[in-house]
């Protein structure tokens, strides 16, 4: 359907995974002058704006026929479906996230508001693509790192830096699986014709599981620096998230939910993947510089 490799479309090329595309690409063997890489925000060479709110201004100088949708699902709408099918769109992947499957029930509202944009995002490119023929591939990774850039390994490292030590909750015994988003972009690529992974949805989790306090731990390694871990009561955690969000309710962009979750499992399987189109992540061994 897509063995010729005319023409792919690179949504949101300036998120984690967007980033890593161009080598995923690359990798693939599709040639460059066939991919074009958009965003809301320039980007670099081959780039071109897209406001996905606006996708009939969106205006191209070539027809694609697969899209790869790196940018939040919920931007995805009938609209923008439909001006893509007017550019030759036969096959699109687009990533979601398995946080759909485990905060539905969140104390936080903020968090119950995203697994519902999510579940809508999910059910809107699903229904199109069923009415339209188009093939569709919904990828959700667990949690995604890459040094330097993102908000959950970045966010510890930087927090180690600081202070020399980290804060946990209890045992932080939750087992994670951290995914790079190098191997998420090689995932779309390896699903983008993997005729198996047509019209289905998967879980990608990284290559290994570990606790939270596990995780934590290596992120020391990574830095160069003995573990610190203070493991800190429940009880504790809620007065304090109470407390900052009395004096500093605005500026408070982490909840005590997050911290919660320490203590709580958040495993997913993957072998479907595996077994459809090849993905092998790789082992947790972040690199900082």
């Known amino acids: ?16 995974i967007g980033r890593r595309m161009p080598e995923a690409i690359r990798a693939a063997g599709w040639p460059e002058e066939s991919v074009l890489y958009s965003s809301r925000q320039p980007v670099a060479k081959q780039g071109v704006i897209l406001d996905t709110a606006r996708p009939y201004d969106f205006q191209p100088d070539r027809t694609f026929v697969a899209v790869i949708v790196c940018a939040p699902i919920w931007l995805i709408t009938d609209v923008l479906l439909e001006r893509l099918v007017g550019l030759g769109m036969k096959r699109i992947i687009a990533f979601s996230s398995t946080s759909r499957l485990t905060k539905g029930a969140s104390g936080e509202a903020a968090e119950r508001e995203v697994v519902a944009k999510l579940a809508a995002g999910e059910a809107t490119l699903t229904a199109f693509c069923e009415a339209r023929g188009v093939a569709f591939t919904i990828l959700r990774p667990t949690l995604i790192y890459d040094e330097g850039l993102d ?26 699986q951290p995914v790079h988003a190098r191997d998420l972009a090689t995932a779309a690529m390896q699903a983008l014709t993997a005729k ?73 399987d993957h072998s479907a993947a595996t077994t459809d189109f090849g993905y092998r992540p790789g082992p947790f061994k972040p690199e900082f510089e």
Do not use: H
């Not at 908000?151 to 994670?176: H, M, Q, S, W, Y």
């Open 1 to 16: 359907m897509i063995t010729d490799k005319k023409g792919l479309l690179v949504i949101g090329a300036r998120s984690l």
């Open 151 to 176: 908000e959950n390994v970045t966010r510890i490292a930087d927090l180690i830096r600081k202070l020399g030590f980290f804060p946990v909750c209890g045992l932080a015994k939750g087992v994670r």
């Open 196 to 268: 198996p992974s047509f019209n289905k949805v998967y879980n990608l989790s990284g290559g290994e599981d570990l606790t939270y306090a596990a995780m934590v731990r290596r992120i020391f390694e990574a830095l160069g620096r003995a573990p610190v871990i203070i493991a800190l009561p429940e009880l504790l955690w809620r007065i304090g998230f109470f407390m900052a969000n009395l004096v500093r309710p605005k500026r408070l962009k982490r909840n005590v939910q997050m911290v919660l979750r320490m203590n709580t499992d958040l495993w997913f």
